[in-house]
């Protein structure tokens, strides 16, 4: 038998005795389709997910608990679709004292009752007891309890809620030590059921022996229960204090902590809030559906992340000149940082050296964008070469191609020149000539620097996505935020806006800065807005007052971004939407301050990148 | 001009410099309506709706002027008992609902996200959450939220606590009914009783608590004589009065006025004609500032409301000469609480008794207990063949909801069962 189960309060233990064969469900599917259709697709994605997996596995039974109203629904159309299957919900308390721990015995003696129902199999205490034991043993031989980091990586905390396999897969990649994990099952079973189980031995021996009172065993069932319930609490318990006391009593060689939240699970966004409002760590917010498709936005926002605890380590204070080893030369150091080693990836002979003086240093940064591809080419004193763009279009290897030609071309340059070559953007790991790569955090932090030394807030705002960035007095990234996966606020926002209106892209600015009459556009889905548009172009608006209300509309998610990192003047905003005077307004009035925009901001990413390169160059 | 908005940006105008100033010219506002309402009130509505309209915005004006006295709760806490203690309730979601109706939400919405809370979280707690943090709401003497039905609450109420030092009480009810679950119900109910005594000097006069239930019974027959006079009656509502009903069914049940009112409305529709109206049967929150419903629903001459599920989660009569099990019952047994076939079930009772032409779901932002039922109720109600449609968007939050795909939708629908109308005949 093969039973699925999603919670750490499930009685794992109970039902691999009963011969269940408890697994672990940890979805990692590429759609919700039949969970959009069978439930909602507003549902909390591990939910849809579980339900994904579970009727594309090959699973018999299900044991969930009322973890959440998804949980609880999730339960409901399950039992609906397979009436003939094991699927069981147990009430798991929200309180954790001996009136709840009685309570959940009886949903344990239930469970129990079902499952010799549906197996014939009798259950045997002696068994559950034989593999509590044992666990105990093996948790009580292990030493050390949380392990500190080693030299020279970064020491992170997971808190939140069920993280994707994928985020484990990029710490370990990024050779971040993980001190803790306390998402839904993050922690090692062993460790989660006996840490907070007082004297496990008397637990087990006082069950063995019963009351007495009645004259019969009061059996293992309470115990068990008890110690189910004495695990570190979840969010959805009613005093999650003990989360708090964890994070006090395990922060010491911790660098930072890492918030997994899940879009359409809330809970967990209360814990982040209350982390940040406490303001004791270095935090990093990351909210996934689980899919297999947030692999990518995982990567930038952790790769940011951490190249910010290692500037932070290092007290550098140069967070973007960290080479993360992306490329094929430095992948290989292993120690994640080419810092002061010529890249010999890019066949560098002939090519300039740094003893030839500064200005023969010549680099190359290239952000490769959703929309666009920008670049520019650098020489050892900071001065711009050559600075340029390119559509994306479908390719990030052509477009970077492209770019590097026109970039060579404007600067009379050739390839064995460039002694270093850093990419930055969504497609940063996919441009072959790249000596390294580093996120678009890091990089618009350094650029933004680079043409105003005050800037102390950046406002991001690409073709697909946005960001807020705060930096401190060192220039130093010390939190972002950037939009979710969905387009609302960006340029393809804006673009999609403009086609509607009927105007060039690049008139939509010019046109709303006539606006005579305020407009409300209140969604920011982008299909959706697109219809409000469309009824307001037939409610004879004029474009010039629809085009500003698209401004404000975006205009307000932008400042809600902003206000997340604790702005604080001086302002820049980068991207391309930088150049659309009519956001910039809109911003502007609802910030109630200037932004500094520079000649290019689009190239911002870029020159970023640039600064990188010089300084592993250098 | 919209006066509520223009009131509401008159607030929101001193709210980041003087919050204290905002909420005081939020409670004026909540007395200035309460007076509209007693004087120049629709001609359409029926005396016990304005009279119920009056007392639910009159007495959370006068609550919010008295914070001393002030609880807040989630809408499914055992008022009963917190009046035995003079202590006024005042739900969350139903502040929310009124700071939407001085279109507030959306600066409110927002604060809260800015603060971290997750976008997808219901947007009533949202807006209650970005209320308190602005400091245009007072600081209660307590809070009380049960565990049921909503996930939202514990961390909701958590936040109170923990970010205003407001001392709240979780009353986890559990998913099913047992005699243990009661008595579980039954000991937490004790724990409150002791702290709210201490608390206010006061001890709990259990005589009070039971003449409260008797009254509850006693408004709940009202109220189904009513609805089963509804099933061929007129009787005119609006959203926002169907939204009110819960003052009465859940936030001061057990009150004097909520008898008097449920006891009007029954005396009422005796007087009103026979209806010939679309009669919906509506599941979920009442999304009361949406234009095209508000349009086809407010003293609706095709279409009305003719019952919700809302008012009707826990019908049974409660035994008043134990008043604490009969509360623990009451949540535990709640239709939204435990299995979904449990409202399933209820909902077909209900559609049985109100006869309606079709019956609506409104899948309200972040509410998964619900959402994620739409499914199973379709079934449902295609088994009793009964058009259901199933609408998706906010009662809050007017950013977030989509007038033009719920006016196709609705549209639509009306047709469906305007066919179904002619075909009957």
């Not at chain 1, 094991?86 to 798991?92: G, K, Y």
């Not at chain 2, 997750?118 to 049960?146: Q, R, W």
């Not at chain 2, 514990?154 to 679950?181: G, K, M, W």
């Not at chain 2, 001061?252 to 909520?258: F, K, L, P, R």
Request: glycine share 8%.
């Amino acid at each position: 038998m093969k039973t699925g189960y999603v919670c750490k309060y499930t009685p794992v233990e109970l039902l691999e005795a009963m011969g269940a064969g408890p697994v672990r469900i940890d979805p990692e599917v590429t759609n919700f389709n039949e969970a959009d259709t069978r439930m909602h697709p507003n549902m909390c994605s591990y939910t849809k997910g579980v339900l994904e997996t579970y009727v594309n596995g090959d699973y018999d039974g299900l044991v969930l608990t009322t973890c959440c109203d998804s949980v609880r629904r999730l339960c409901d159309v399950l039992k609906d679709l397979y009436p003939g299957k094991f699927i069981f919900l147990l009430d798991v308390p929200r309180k954790t004292d001996g009136h709840a721990a009685a309570l959940y015995a009886g949903q344990l003696r239930g469970l129990v009752s079902a499952l010799e129902t549906y197996t014939g199999r009798k259950y045997e205490e002696g068994e559950l007891r034989r593999i509590l034991s044992a666990q105990w043993k093996a948790e009580e031989d292990t030493p050390g309890g949380y392990e500190t980091q080693q030299q020279g990586t970064v020491s992170v905390g997971i808190v939140g809620a069920r993280c994707p396999r994928s985020l484990y897969r990029e710490l370990d990649r990024k050779d971040v030590h993980v001190q803790f994990d306390l998402t839904c099952t993050g922690m090692e079973r062993g460790q989660s059921l006996w840490q907070g189980a007082g004297r496990p031995e008397e637990i087990l021996r006082a069950a063995s022996e019963g009351c007495g009172a009645c004259g019969e065993a009061e059996g293992l069932l309470p115990a068990y229960a008890a110690v189910l319930l004495g695990q570190l609490p979840c969010m959805r318990m009613a005093d999650s204090r003990a989360r708090a006391d964890f994070l006090d009593a395990h922060s010491s060689g911790l660098d930072g902590v890492i918030c997994h939240t899940v879009k359409f699970c809330d809970s967990y966004s209360f814990e982040y809030e209350k982390l940040r409002r406490e303001n004791r760590i270095q935090l990093l917010k990351l909210e996934t559906d689980l899919t297999a498709q947030c692999e990518g936005q995982i990567s930038t926002r952790v790769e940011a992340f951490i190249e910010s605890l290692h500037a932070q380590k290092d007290g550098t204070g140069e967070n973007g000149g960290e080479d993360t080893g992306r490329g094929p030369a430095s992948a290989e150091s292993g120690t994640g940082s080419a810092r002061g080693s010529a890249d010999t990836a890019q066949g560098g002979t002939g090519a300039a050296r740094k003893e030839n003086g500064m200005d023969r240093i010549i680099v190359m940064g290239i952000d490769s964008g959703s929309t666009s591809t920008n670049g520019v080419i650098m020489d050892g004193t900071g001065r711009i070469l050559a600075a340029g763009s390119v559509r994306t279009g479908a390719g990030t290897i052509d477009s970077s191609a492209a770019i590097r030609e026109q970039l060579l071309q404007e600067a009379g340059l050739t390839q064995a020149d460039i002694l270093r070559t850093v990419a930055t953007g969504y497609g940063r790991a996919a441009i072959p000539f790249a000596g390294g790569s580093v996120t678009e955090i890091s990089c618009h932090a350094r650029g933004a620097r680079y043409f105003d030394p005050h800037v102390m807030t950046i406002l991001d705002i690409g073709g697909q996505d946005s960001k807020a960035i705060r930096l401190n007095e060192k220039g130093e990234v010390t939190d972002f935020v950037m939009n979710d996966k969905c387009a609302a606020g960006t340029g393809r926002f804006l673009e999609a806006m403009a086609r509607t209106l009927e105007v060039e892209i690049g008139e939509l600015g010019p046109i709303s800065l006539q606006s005579t009459e305020e407009v409300e556009i209140s969604s920011m889905c982008t299909v959706f807005a697109e219809s409000e548009v469309i009824s307001l172009i037939a409610q004879n608006k004029k474009k010039a007052d629809i085009a500003h209300g698209v401004h404000r509309a975006i205009a307000g998610k932008a400042v809600a971004l902003l206000n997340r990192v604790d702005p604080a003047p001086a302002y820049m905003m980068t991207g391309g939407v930088a150049r659309n005077p009519g956001v910039v307004k809109a911003v502007e009035e609802k910030l109630h301050a200037e932004l500094f925009i520079c000649e290019q901001p689009d190239i911002v990413g870029a020159v970023g990148a640039a600064l990188c390169a010089l300084d592993a160059a250098k | 001009m919209n006066i509520a908005k223009t009131y509401g940006s008159w607030v929101k105008s001193c709210m980041e410099k003087d919050p204290e100033k905002a909420g005081s010219r939020i409670r004026r506002g909540l007395h200035l309506e309460s007076f509209r309402v007693r004087h120049f009130s629709d001609k359409r509505m029926p005396k016990a709706y304005r009279y119920l309209n009056y007392m639910a915005i009159r007495l959370v004006a006068d609550a919010l002027d008295k914070p001393d006295t002030l609880a807040y709760i989630n809408i499914f806490a055992p008022v009963e008992i917190l009046e035995c203690f003079g202590l006024t309730c005042v739900s969350m979601e139903a502040l929310a609902s009124y700071l939407s109706g001085f279109y507030m939400e959306d600066v409110l919405i927002d604060r809260a996200e800015a603060l971290g809370i997750a976008p997808t979280l219901c947007t009533y707690h949202k807006n209650f959450i970005g209320a308190m943090d602005s400091g245009i709401l007072p600081k209660p003497e307590i809070g009380v939220t049960t565990t049921m039905v909503c996930d939202g609450n514990v961390n909701t109420f958590r936040y109170l606590q923990d970010r205003f030092d407001v001392p709240c009480c979780v009353l986890d009810i559990p998913h099913s009914y047992s005699p243990e679950a009661e008595q579980y119900v039954v000991r937490q109910l004790r724990e409150l009783i002791a702290a709210l005594e201490k608390k206010t000097g006061r001890t709990l006069d259990m005589e009070e608590l039971k003449e409260r239930l008797r009254r509850e019974n006693r408004s709940k027959e009202y109220y189904m004589d009513f609805l089963r006079k509804r099933a061929v009656r007129s009787y005119p509502n609006t959203l926002t009065l169907m939204l009110f009903q819960l003052f009465a069914s859940h936030l001061d049940i057990g009150m004097d006025w909520v008898e008097k009112c449920f006891r009007m409305m029954d005396e009422e529709i005796d007087t009103y004609p026979v209806s010939d109206e679309l009669r919906l049967f509506w599941i979920h929150v009442e999304p009361y500032p949406e234009p095209t419903l508000r349009a086809y629903l407010n003293y609706g001459e095709e279409v009305t409301i003719a019952g919700g599920d809302f008012d009707l989660d826990y019908t049974e009569p409660l035994d008043a000469e134990h008043p604490l099990e009969a509360l623990a019952r009451k949540m535990i047994c709640n239709i939204y609480n435990g299995d979904f076939s449990r409202k399933a079930d209820a909902i077909e009772k209900m559609v049985q008794t109100c006869k309606p032409d079709g019956v609506v779901e409104y899948c309200h932002w972040g509410c998964r207990q619900s959402a994620g039922g739409a499914g199973l109720i379709r079934e449902r109600m295609k088994k009793l063949n009964v058009p259901m449609l199933v609408l998706d968007g906010d009662a809050i939050d007017r950013r977030n909801t989509q007038d033009g795909q719920i006016r196709t939708r609705f549209e639509a629908f009306l047709e469906v069962l305007r066919q179904q109308r002619k075909d009957a005949e």
